[in-house]
């Protein structure tokens, strides 16, 4: 079997019940940013897939257990090498690890998930997350909308392709534009 077939069917059934917004959905959004911003990059486009469809398995957040990446790995028809290089492009990632890419891959694949965090499509991630663990919206250090301040309004700056730049521009004047308006209607002052 083909091992990104095999690790989209691996991935199918570790994402299934998720409602926190790193559905598979999440994952294939992903997957085709990287196909997007791989174009004409010198990278290992096998490795780079994989670990797109791989990255979010054992999120700490999750509460998945450690070592499914591994095993599933293990499992397929690759080189310890590639392996390897899969894990690490996984664990260089995480915002929150605060991490910086060591390899063309790792960046690729951290801006395709970032881009996927930011915009319309992140704006909605963000409400499904907080639903999902009984965050408040608005009003608290720790509500939704504060994560915009947190984490997702620094992200268009931490872009390491032009590609990426590019369409995280437009995604981040798409969340400011959303956040102004949603001030203003929490406050009551919309016109």
Same mark, same amino acid.
Not at 87 to 110: M, N, W
Not at 170 to 175: D, G, L, Q
């Given at each position: ?102 390899? $063309? ?33 608005? $009003? ?52």
């Amino acid at each position: 079997m083909d091992v990104i077939r095999a690790t989209r069917e691996f991935v199918e059934t570790i994402h299934a019940d998720d409602s926190s917004g790193h559905d598979m959905a999440h994952v294939e959004r992903v997957v085709r940013l990287v196909e997007r911003l791989m174009d004409g990059e010198s990278v290992d486009r096998a490795v780079l897939l994989l670990s797109a469809y791989l990255h979010d398995v054992e999120d700490h957040k999750l509460g998945r257990p450690k070592g499914l990446v591994t095993q599933h790995l293990a499992s397929l028809d690759l080189t310890e090498a590639q392996a390897s290089l899969v894990r690490a492009v996984i664990d260089e990632v995480s915002f929150s690890k605060g991490t910086s890419p060591t390899t $063309r891959e790792s960046e690729i694949l951290q801006d395709a998930d970032r881009l996927d965090a930011i915009g319309a499509i992140g704006i909605a991630r963000t409400f499904q997350y907080a639903g999902s663990r009984g965050t408040p919206l608005d $009003r608290s250090e720790t509500s939704a909308i504060q994560h915009f301040q947190d984490k997702l309004l620094k992200l268009a700056s931490k872009m390491h392709t032009a590609k990426a730049r590019q369409l995280a521009m437009s995604r981040h004047v798409f969340m400011q534009h959303f956040l102004n308006r949603f001030h203003e209607e929490w406050d009551g002052k919309d016109t």
